[in-house]
């Protein structure tokens, strides 16, 4: 196995039954207009079933930072 680094996921494309999701990398920032510019990095393809897993298992992933941000800012004492 080895890894692939992106830095945003900028497409996703479902057709008979595949989804490719297009992920890009950071090729240049301009200081002046505050802009980044996204280059294409990769494209992932998964059958329908593998992607709605993934998408399962990112959502669960969302509610669990959210919930440990909570606790966070909660327990963070005020000025």
């Not at 240049?28 to 079933?49: F, H, I, Y």
């Not at 969302?62 to 800012?73: L, M």
């Amino acid at each position: 196995m080895h890894d692939l680094f992106a830095e945003r996921l900028v497409n996703v494309h479902i057709h008979q039954g595949v989804a490719r999701l297009d992920f890009a990398r950071l090729e240049s920032v301009d200081p002046e207009k505050n802009q980044a510019t996204l280059a294409p990095s990769l494209r992932l393809v998964l059958p329908l079933d593998a992607f709605m897993q993934a998408a399962d298992q990112m959502h669960k992933v969302r509610e669990a930072i959210i919930q440990e941000s909570k606790k966070h800012a909660e327990t963070k004492p005020s000025s």
